[in-house]
């Protein structure tokens, strides 16, 4: 079983950026696809990117296409996304989710852990 924490969240305005931080413990991380996700108030959960357990491929939703890249580094059992250009419609609680296998989840149910969140606010 593996824990995971979120960090590197913050208030930011428009057209910064912003690296989010995920960090694993309890067992290597090289063995989980790793994915983040995203809930603004209101809204259902929201897939926002996707890596492989090796790093070789990746997956987007297509608004953050081009500003987020998503990557890992499994010697750290660390993942990151790296937030370009922001816009106010990225405000959401981010969430990074895990789950052993060899494919690139992009769905919520099928991630199996998950970390507490933390908030990202663009404001205009």
């Known amino acids: 079983q593996v824990q995971l924490v979120e960090s590197g969240g913050g208030l930011v305005q428009a057209g910064t950026s912003l690296t989010l931080t995920c960090a694993a413990s309890?067992?290597?991380?090289?063995?989980?696809?790793m994915g983040w996700f995203r809930q603004a108030p209101g809204k259902e959960r929201e897939f926002v990117a996707a890596?492989?357990?090796?790093?070789?491929?990746?997956s987007y939703v297509d608004p953050v296409k081009g500003r987020f890249t998503i990557s890992r580094d499994n010697a750290k059992n660390t993942v990151y996304l790296q937030m370009n250009s922001l816009k106010p419609e990225d405000t959401a609680v981010y969430y990074c989710?895990?789950?052993?296998?060899?494919?690139?989840?992009?769905?919520?149910?099928?991630?199996?852990?998950w970390g507490q969140g933390t908030q990202v606010t663009v404001s205009s």
């Open positions: 989710a895990a789950r052993i296998t060899v494919e690139v989840p992009i769905i919520y149910y099928e991630y199996d852990y």
């Open positions: 309890g067992r290597t991380l090289s063995v989980y696809a």
């Open positions: 890596i492989s357990r090796g790093g070789g491929r990746t």
